[in-house]
Protein backbone atom coordinates (compact mmCIF):
# COMPACT_ATOMS: atom_id res chain seq x y z
CA UNK A 1 0.00 0.00 0.00
CA UNK A 2 1.34 3.29 -0.97
CA UNK A 3 1.09 6.41 1.23
CA UNK A 4 1.89 9.94 0.72
CA UNK A 5 1.85 12.21 3.16
CA UNK A 6 2.48 15.89 2.61
CA UNK A 7 3.67 18.55 4.94
CA UNK A 8 4.94 21.94 4.53
CA UNK A 9 2.21 24.23 3.59
CA UNK A 10 0.72 27.12 5.34
CA UNK A 11 0.15 30.99 4.97
CA UNK A 12 2.82 33.22 3.68
CA UNK A 13 2.95 36.97 2.51
CA UNK A 14 4.10 37.54 -1.27
CA UNK A 15 7.57 37.18 -1.92
CA UNK A 16 8.01 34.40 0.68
CA UNK A 17 8.86 31.12 0.16
CA UNK A 18 8.12 27.68 1.32
CA UNK A 19 9.56 24.26 1.13
CA UNK A 20 6.24 21.29 1.16
CA UNK A 21 7.81 17.71 2.00
CA UNK A 22 5.93 14.82 0.85
CA UNK A 23 6.95 11.46 2.47
CA UNK A 24 6.47 8.21 0.84
CA UNK A 25 6.28 4.79 2.16
CA UNK A 26 5.31 0.93 0.67
CA UNK A 27 6.27 2.11 -2.64
CA UNK A 28 8.07 0.98 -5.83
CA UNK A 29 7.03 4.28 -7.56
CA UNK A 30 9.61 6.05 -9.97
CA UNK A 31 7.81 9.02 -10.91
CA UNK A 32 6.72 11.21 -7.99
CA UNK A 33 4.79 14.46 -8.97
CA UNK A 34 3.40 17.75 -7.08
CA UNK A 35 0.43 19.19 -8.46
CA UNK A 36 -1.93 22.06 -7.38
CA UNK A 37 -5.70 22.54 -7.08
CA UNK A 38 -7.10 26.08 -6.63
CA UNK A 39 -10.66 26.83 -5.76
CA UNK A 40 -13.14 26.23 -9.04
CA UNK A 41 -10.53 24.65 -10.89
CA UNK A 42 -8.57 21.79 -12.43
CA UNK A 43 -5.98 20.16 -10.65
CA UNK A 44 -2.93 21.13 -12.31
CA UNK A 45 0.95 19.81 -12.94
CA UNK A 46 4.07 21.52 -11.06
CA UNK A 47 6.70 19.41 -11.13
CA UNK A 48 7.94 16.09 -11.58
CA UNK A 49 11.15 14.04 -10.81
CA UNK A 50 12.15 10.40 -10.96
CA UNK A 51 13.66 9.10 -7.80
CA UNK A 52 15.91 6.42 -9.83
CA UNK A 53 17.58 9.37 -12.62
CA UNK A 54 16.15 12.54 -10.68
CA UNK A 55 15.40 14.22 -13.92
CA UNK A 56 12.36 16.89 -13.69
CA UNK A 57 9.97 18.59 -15.49
CA UNK A 58 8.13 21.72 -14.53
CA UNK A 59 5.24 23.40 -16.00
CA UNK A 60 5.92 26.76 -17.82
CA UNK A 61 4.06 29.21 -15.34
CA UNK A 62 6.31 27.72 -12.20
CA UNK A 63 9.93 27.54 -13.91
CA UNK A 64 12.22 29.39 -12.64
CA UNK A 65 10.62 30.02 -8.78
CA UNK A 66 9.53 26.32 -7.80
CA UNK A 67 12.39 23.58 -7.19
CA UNK A 68 11.51 19.58 -7.26
CA UNK A 69 14.13 17.48 -5.34
CA UNK A 70 14.39 14.17 -3.55
CA UNK A 71 15.86 12.54 -0.51
CA UNK A 72 16.19 8.70 -1.35
CA UNK A 73 17.16 7.94 1.97
CA UNK A 74 14.21 9.59 3.51
CA UNK A 75 11.90 8.49 1.23
CA UNK A 76 10.88 12.25 0.50
CA UNK A 77 10.40 14.42 -1.96
CA UNK A 78 10.73 18.41 -2.11
CA UNK A 79 9.17 21.10 -3.44
CA UNK A 80 10.88 24.43 -2.67
CA UNK A 81 8.57 27.33 -3.87
CA UNK A 82 10.26 30.87 -4.37
CA UNK A 83 9.02 34.62 -4.78
CA UNK A 84 5.16 33.10 -3.78
CA UNK A 85 2.21 35.17 -5.57
CA UNK A 86 -1.08 35.05 -4.49
CA UNK A 87 -1.93 33.12 -7.66
CA UNK A 88 0.07 29.98 -6.17
CA UNK A 89 -3.39 29.30 -3.39
CA UNK A 90 -4.03 26.32 -3.65
CA UNK A 91 -4.32 22.90 -2.20
CA UNK A 92 -1.02 21.20 -3.05
CA UNK A 93 -0.41 17.31 -3.50
CA UNK A 94 2.05 14.63 -4.00
CA UNK A 95 1.87 12.21 -6.49
CA UNK A 96 3.55 8.76 -7.28
CA UNK A 97 3.10 5.97 -10.19
CA UNK A 98 5.37 2.86 -10.94
CA UNK A 99 5.95 4.10 -14.41
CA UNK A 100 9.48 6.39 -15.08
CA UNK A 101 9.38 10.03 -14.30
CA UNK A 102 9.30 12.23 -14.67
CA UNK A 103 5.89 12.48 -15.28
CA UNK A 104 3.46 15.51 -16.50
CA UNK A 105 0.19 14.44 -16.83
CA UNK A 106 -2.62 13.71 -13.90
CA UNK A 107 -3.84 10.22 -15.21
CA UNK A 108 -0.39 9.06 -15.18
CA UNK A 109 0.40 9.14 -11.24
CA UNK A 110 -1.57 6.30 -9.31
CA UNK A 111 -1.53 7.41 -6.19
CA UNK A 112 -2.35 10.31 -4.43
CA UNK A 113 -1.74 12.34 -1.03
CA UNK A 114 -4.25 14.42 0.93
CA UNK A 115 -2.90 17.53 0.22
CA UNK A 116 -1.44 20.56 2.14
CA UNK A 117 -3.15 23.98 1.99
CA UNK A 118 -0.44 26.86 1.20
CA UNK A 119 -2.20 29.81 1.13
CA UNK A 120 -0.63 33.33 -0.13
CA UNK A 121 -1.73 36.81 0.96
CA UNK A 122 -1.22 39.93 -0.99
Known amino acids: QVQLVESGGGLVQAGGSLRLSCAASGHTSDAMGWFRQAPGKEREFVAGISWSAGSTAYADSVKGRFTISRDNAKNTVYLQILSLKPEDTAVYYC?????????????????WGQGTQVTVSS
Open 95 to 111: AASPLLGPLTKRYEYDF
